[in-house]
């Protein structure tokens, strides 16, 4: 079920040079899962904006976005206190039940942020999460102490060897034994976890969406499954489902 | 008290509100946000005869008070449409619906209608020869006088329902389509279809679209849609379905003065899910500021 509604903009600070975080208070009863996204009106732009759920509590959803264009720089400017119009609840959202007890998650850059709360539900349920963040390089790095606080054990890469491990999160994967994956990130690192991973998983994708809730059809992959909408069918898929 | 009912070639609609094709899916999906037997109608997502995947991925690029796409008729098919989708859609929409047909030959277009005739809770044929989003096919038809002529004429001799053809903008002249459409034996017209547009990504330096191009729609459009649909009305007795950017009560009652008999809301479906329902609720304050009392009284009005 969706639900659009008003929230009031708590906060909207910045994390790196390109990264912000934005604390929305309002009705969350509709978001059931990690994994799934909200899709923000954004005044002087007629498509909304898909942005993930990093966090979640109570009344209060965070979302950590990327300013990539001009609507996302523009979301970037809106001030505490603001009013924003969000459809939230969509998208189908990880599956928590698959995890085993030693879940790993993968993320690369702005692919990060859906798997916090990923890690906190599974971290609630007696997982000992096992957490490899992917980034460019030291001075993109976020939310690695929260990380550390709820993970069982995590590994930061950077591309540039800036920080920890230097390389790509697929050279630092393989140090764990897992039971189940779950990852969200650019199509590249995407493909290179699917390639290098022993076990079962889910891949969260990305796709330019018109309406986010599945009317348009604008962003339909094939899948062994079929055909799937990112927005509504996505956009976590089973590993064993995807094709490339 | 307001009436709001109008009627589309004796098919009575309770009011002229009826979702546009390729923006409300099958319609049951959006039974999610409301009850969707308010709608006048819904327009189906565009139906071929065999199931197509559609156009590579990115389908959708944003502009100004609009959005273009390119989805390229994505649909199952129209055997699985009518065993699968209509019962799903019957179950939550208990009023009767529009097919909207697609082919790439004339034989496609009368083998879809002629499926769609049978089927219980379809009740007009909106024939589409303006898909900008397919190679030869969808606009090919729509584009010359000749060939809307000869869709219109087989589909009409196929099938016992209201036949409606919808029109591309994107042509010379409206007019002599919809006035060929009428010769045909058409029983109503849909118009417009998306303009043709593109946007390139400054990063890239290429196209947004995979396609490079698409369909145009959204606010941004509504002005030549309604010039569109004020000259049809000129040229043509049979009824007009409007559409193109429609986007507030005040938007329905204008394409109405400009000769629409009904009207479809495509692209606010996209960016609000409760657009028809925002909309059909605002009817009644709307009229009354504008001393309406009958919808059906202002069809047409402006000329």
Same mark, same amino acid.
């Given at each position: 079920?969706?639900?659009?509604?008003?929230?009031?903009? @708590?906060?909207?600070?910045?994390?790196?040079?390109?990264?912000?975080?934005?604390?929305?208070?309002?009705?969350?009863?509709?978001?059931?899962?990690?994994?799934?996204?909200?899709? $923000?009106? $954004?005044?002087?732009?007629? @498509?909304?904006?898909?942005?993930?759920?990093?966090?979640?509590?109570?009344?209060? $959803?965070?979302?950590?976005?990327?300013?990539?264009?001009?609507?996302?720089?523009?979301?970037?400017?809106?001030?505490?206190?603001?009013?924003?119009?969000?459809?939230?609840?969509?998208?189908?959202?990880?599956?928590?039940?698959?995890?085993?007890?030693?879940?790993?998650?993968?993320?690369?850059?702005?692919?990060?942020?859906?798997?916090?709360?990923?890690?906190?539900?599974?971290?609630?349920?007696?997982?000992?999460?096992?957490?490899?963040?992917?980034?460019?390089?030291?001075?993109?790095?976020?939310?690695?102490?929260?990380?550390?606080?709820?993970?069982?054990?995590?590994?930061?890469?950077?591309?540039?060897?800036?920080?920890?491990?230097?390389?790509?999160?697929?050279?630092?994967?393989?140090?764990?034994?897992?039971?189940?994956?779950?990852?969200?990130?650019?199509?590249?690192?995407?493909?290179?976890?699917?390639?290098?991973?022993?076990?079962?998983?889910? @891949?969260?994708?990305?796709?330019?969406?018109?309406?986010?809730?599945?009317?348009?059809?604008?962003?339909?992959?094939?899948?062994?499954?079929?055909?799937?909408?990112?927005?509504?069918?996505?956009?976590? @898929?089973?590993?064993?489902?995807?094709?490339? | 008290?307001?009436?709001?009912?109008?009627?589309?070639?004796?098919?009575?609609?309770?009011?002229?509100?009826?979702?546009?094709?390729?923006?409300?899916?099958?319609?049951?999906?959006?039974?999610?946000?409301?009850?969707?037997?308010?709608?006048?109608?819904?327009?189906?997502?565009?139906?071929?005869?065999?199931?197509?995947?559609?156009?590579?991925?990115?389908?959708? *690029?944003?502009?100004?008070?609009?959005?273009?796409?390119?989805?390229?008729?994505?649909?199952?098919?129209?055997?699985?449409?009518?065993?699968?989708?209509?019962?799903?859609?019957?179950?939550?929409?208990?009023?009767?619906?529009?097919?909207?047909?697609?082919?790439?030959?004339?034989?496609?277009?009368?083998?879809?209608?002629?499926?769609?005739?049978?089927?219980?809770?379809?009740?007009?044929?909106?024939?589409?020869?303006?898909?900008?989003?397919?190679?030869?096919?969808?606009?090919?038809?729509?584009?010359?006088?000749?060939?809307?002529?000869?869709?219109?004429?087989?589909?009409?001799?196929?099938?016992?329902?209201?036949?409606?053809?919808?029109?591309?903008?994107?042509?010379?002249? !409206?007019?002599?389509?919809?006035?060929?459409?009428?010769?045909?034996?058409?029983?109503?017209?849909?118009?417009?279809?998306?303009?043709?547009?593109?946007?390139?990504?400054?990063?890239?330096?290429?196209?947004?679209?995979?396609?490079? *191009?698409?369909?145009?729609?959204?606010?941004?459009?509504?002005?030549?849609?309604?010039?569109?649909?004020?000259?049809?009305?000129?040229?043509?007795? !049979?009824?007009?379905?409007?559409?193109?950017?429609?986007?507030?009560?005040?938007?329905?009652?204008?394409?109405?003065?400009?000769?629409?008999?009904?009207?479809?809301?495509? *692209?606010?479906?996209? !960016?609000?899910?409760?657009?028809?329902?925002?909309?059909?609720?605002?009817?009644?304050?709307?009229?009354?500021?504008?001393?309406?009392?009958?919808?059906?009284?202002?069809?047409?009005?402006?000329?």
């Amino acid at each position: 079920m969706y639900k659009k509604n008003n929230y009031l903009v @708590l906060s909207n600070i910045k994390l790196t040079e390109n990264i912000f975080e934005m604390r929305l208070k309002g009705d969350t009863e509709y978001i059931t899962k990690p994994g799934q996204f909200i899709n $923000i009106a $954004i005044n002087g732009f007629y @498509l909304r904006r898909p942005i993930s759920v990093c966090d979640l509590n109570e009344d209060i $959803i965070t979302i950590i976005y990327k300013v990539v264009g001009k609507g996302t720089e523009k979301l970037s400017t809106i001030k505490e206190g603001s009013i924003l119009d969000v459809l939230t609840g969509l998208g189908n959202g990880f599956d928590i039940e698959l995890s085993g007890d030693y879940p790993l998650i993968i993320g690369g850059g702005v692919g990060v942020p859906p798997l916090y709360y990923l890690a906190k539900k599974l971290s609630q349920e007696g997982k000992k999460v096992i957490a490899v963040l992917g980034f460019n390089s030291k001075n993109e790095i976020f939310y690695e102490d929260k990380f550390k606080k709820i993970c069982y054990n995590t590994a930061v890469t950077t591309v540039d060897g800036s920080y920890e491990n230097k390389g790509y999160v697929t050279s630092v994967m393989d140090r764990f034994n897992y039971t189940y994956f779950y990852a969200c990130g650019p199509q590249p690192m995407l493909k290179a976890v699917y390639d290098n991973a022993k076990t079962l998983g889910e @891949l969260s994708f990305e796709e330019r969406m018109g309406c986010g809730f599945g009317a348009c059809m604008g962003c339909t992959c094939k899948t062994k499954y079929g055909n799937k909408r990112i927005c509504k069918d996505g956009p976590v @898929l089973k590993k064993e489902e995807v094709i490339w | 008290m307001v009436e709001l009912e109008t009627s589309l070639s004796g098919v009575k609609l309770s009011n002229p509100i009826i979702p546009a094709s390729g923006t409300f899916g099958f319609g049951y999906e959006f039974s999610e946000f409301y009850d969707i037997n308010i709608l006048g109608s819904i327009s189906l997502k565009g139906t071929t005869k065999s199931p197509r995947f559609g156009n590579p991925t990115p389908r959708i *690029a944003e502009c100004y008070s609009g959005i273009i796409n390119s989805v390229g008729l994505q649909n199952p098919g129209v055997e699985k449409v009518i065993s699968e989708e209509l019962p799903k859609l019957a179950k939550v929409y208990k009023k009767t619906v529009i097919a909207n047909i697609s082919g790439f030959s004339l034989d496609e277009y009368v083998y879809c209608a002629e499926k769609f005739d049978n089927a219980e809770n379809v009740s007009i044929l909106e024939i589409n020869i303006s898909c900008p989003n397919v190679h030869k096919g969808g606009m090919a038809f729509g584009t010359s006088p000749e060939n809307a002529y000869a869709v219109t004429n087989a589909v009409k001799k196929a099938v016992k329902k209201p036949v409606y053809i919808k029109l591309s903008p994107n042509v010379t002249d !409206i007019k002599k389509i919809a006035s060929a459409c009428e010769d045909g034996g058409a029983d109503g017209l849909s118009l417009i279809n998306t303009l043709m547009g593109m946007r390139i990504d400054l990063n890239k330096k290429k196209a947004v679209i995979a396609n490079k *191009a698409g369909g145009f729609s959204g606010p941004a459009v509504f002005p030549v849609a309604l010039k569109m649909v004020f000259d049809v009305f000129e040229t043509v007795k !049979i009824p007009i379905i409007g559409m193109g950017g429609i986007s507030s009560a005040e938007d329905v009652i204008e394409m109405m003065l400009a000769g629409a008999t009904a009207v479809q809301v495509g *692209a606010y479906n996209l !960016i609000n899910p409760y657009a028809c329902k925002e909309i059909i609720e605002n009817l009644p304050a709307v009229m009354e500021k504008y001393n309406i009392k009958n919808l059906k009284d202002i069809i047409g009005g402006a000329h």
